[in-house]
Each structure stands twice: as structure tokens, then as C-alpha cells.
């Protein structure tokens, strides 16, 4: 079963720094996708950050910048550094794996979370 734990969340001051980690467990799939998403109260879940298979680094233009996404070497955990933080940061962060088959198919799995709330 796989499973995805995010930790590292809590409340910042604006312009502060947190740093996220995201462990996994049970996943013995492809490495496509490695990521970072969050969601707002009341808005979509959005990309944040992603680690591609070629180890290739993308971010949402919000984040860019500001924000670094990392893996250990076996891969096993996920991180991302926030710095310069700001109120519109605030969200919950999930973690995400996915893999694409041959056939085009994705498989993603979802972490539950870890809230992070900017305040002045």
C-alpha cells in the first residue's frame, strides 16, 4: 500500500521560512512525477512545485524563486523549502507521486496534507 506523509507545516510570519518533507512508503512504481500541490480554502488545488524523472526542477510561476523542491538519494523523501513566505502561501500542502504506463495511463497518489498558514 502506498502511503505519503507530509510533515512539516505550521504558521509563519510573512517573509518567514518552513521547510516541508514528504516520506513515502510502499511505492514501487516509476518516479515520473514527484510534487508539491496546494489548496486554498475555497480555491482549486494547485502545482507548486515537481521533480521530473530526468531529476528537472519546474514551479509555478508564484513560487519561483522563493521556493525549492528536493529529494534524497533514494528518493524515498520529498522536500520543499519556503522562504520569503506570504500571506497567498497559505494553503494545505499534499505531496504527490505519479507514474504514466506504457499505455498512457497516470497513476497518482495523494498524501492527506500539512497545513500552512502566513500571517503578519
Known amino acids: 500500500q502506498v502511503r505519503l506523509r507530509e510533515s512539516g507545516g505550521g504558521s509563519v510570519q510573512i517573509g518567514g521560512s518552513l521547510r516541508l518533507s514528504c516520506t513515502s512508503s510502499g511505492y514501487n512504481y516509476p518516479r515520473d512525477e514527484m510534487g508539491w500541490y496546494r489548496q486554498a480554502p475555497g480555491k482549486e488545488r494547485e502545482f507548486v512545485a515537481k521533480i521530473d524523472k530526468y531529476e528537472s526542477s519546474f514551479y509555478a510561476d508564484s513560487v519561483k524563486d522563493r521556493f525549492s523542491i528536493a529529494q534524497d538519494d533514494a528518493k524515498n523523501t520529498l522536500f520543499l523549502q519556503m522562504n520569503d513566505m506570504k500571506p497567498e502561501d497559505t494553503a494545505m500542502y499534499f505531496c504527490?507521486?505519479?507514474?504514466?504506463?506504457?499505455?498512457?495511463?497516470?497513476?497518482?497518489?495523494w498524501g492527506l496534507g500539512t497545513q500552512v498558514t502566513v500571517s503578519s
Open positions: 504527490s507521486f505519479s507514474w504514466r504506463s506504457e499505455f498512457g495511463r497516470e497513476y497518482r497518489y
